[in-house]
């Protein structure tokens, strides 16, 4: 039996069967039969909980005359993700706001899960960020398409015709390769800060980890930033026309 949070205790208590019965109609098989939810798994739960809410919040406390805090949080949000998207996608970048803000704050979110004690950080398990990786994959390659029509194929085959289908296969390979970069570097960074902290807390417990603590904040806020900001990126290269 694999060690449990709180959290993934309580959601493997009451509601193991019901999950062990769609993995078997979707012919999964789970490790451990009494525990399929793992801690990863009830991490994202309670981060999208905790984003539902915020929106929620949000959308109830809006006011022109009196904004609230959270409103004034939610417009800061908006206009930065907004001022990148357009400085990077630039014209019809309002599309793909909604998408880049929530991928945004929910990496955020999930990174930062791992400071708070009895809870950890689910992008410190490999599937997590592949599952942000292939999502995002599939967002700008459908974009992509819808932007270029049959055109878009042009992206992948270069500017000389006598070697388009070298650049062709060269093209796929570099694409399949960002999920993996996107993967690699968000679930690589988030383990060995986690792993850091972790290890200066089991020695020293006073004071110093303090210090790593602080560096994991800065590193759950890069890495969210990073994977936004390259998100944002194939977008613009996706749904350019100027191939």
Same mark, same amino acid.
């Given at each position: 039996m694999p060690t449990q949070l709180l959290l993934t205790r309580f959601l493997n208590a009451h509601f193991a069967a019901p999950v062990d019965a769609l993995l078997g109609a979707l012919h999964i098989t $789970? /490790?451990?039969?009494?525990? #399929?939810?793992?801690? /990863?798994?009830?991490?994202?739960? @309670?981060?999208?909980?905790?984003?539902?809410?915020?929106?929620? =919040?949000?959308?109830?406390t809006l006011s022109v005359e009196k904004p609230g805090g959270v409103q004034h949080l939610a417009e800061m949000t908006?206009? &930065?993700? +907004?001022?990148?998207?357009?400085?990077?996608i630039g014209h019809g970048y309002e599309r793909f706001t909604p998408y880049l803000t929530t991928l945004l704050l929910f990496i955020?979110?999930?990174?930062?899960?791992?400071?708070?004690p009895g809870l950890e950080? #689910?992008?410190?398990?490999?599937?997590?960020p592949l599952g942000f990786a292939i999502c995002t994959f599939l967002y700008y390659?459908?974009?992509?398409?819808?932007?270029?029509?049959?055109?878009?194929?042009?992206?992948?085959?270069? $500017?000389?015709?006598?070697?388009? #289908?070298?650049?062709?296969?060269?093209?796929?390979?570099?694409?399949?390769a960002r999920v993996l970069s996107l993967t690699v570097r968000l679930y690589a960074n988030m383990l060995a800060g986690d792993l850091v902290t972790l290890a200066f807390f089991s020695l020293v417990p006073i +004071?110093? #980890?303090?210090? &790593?603590?602080?560096?994991?904040? +800065?590193?759950?806020?890069?890495?969210?930033?990073?994977? &936004?900001? @390259? =998100? /944002?990126?194939?977008?613009? @290269? /996706?749904?350019?026309?100027?191939h």
């Open positions: $789970p /490790a451990h039969a009494k525990a #399929p939810i793992t801690n /990863a798994v009830s991490m994202e739960l @309670l981060v999208f909980v905790a984003l539902l809410c915020y929106f929620l =919040a949000v959308r109830l908006g206009e &930065f993700v +907004g001022e990148q998207a357009e400085s990077i955020l979110l999930a990174n930062l899960m791992g400071i708070i950080s #689910p992008t410190a398990t490999a599937t997590v390659h459908y974009h992509g398409i819808r932007a270029n029509g049959f055109g878009y194929i042009k992206q992948f085959l270069g $500017p000389v015709w006598q070697i388009s #289908p070298f650049m062709f296969v060269i093209e796929v390979i570099s694409h399949l +004071g110093v #980890p303090l210090i &790593f603590l602080g560096l994991h904040l +800065g590193v759950a806020i890069v890495q969210a930033y990073v994977f &936004f900001l @390259l =998100a /944002a990126i194939y977008l613009s @290269l /996706a749904v350019s026309h100027d």
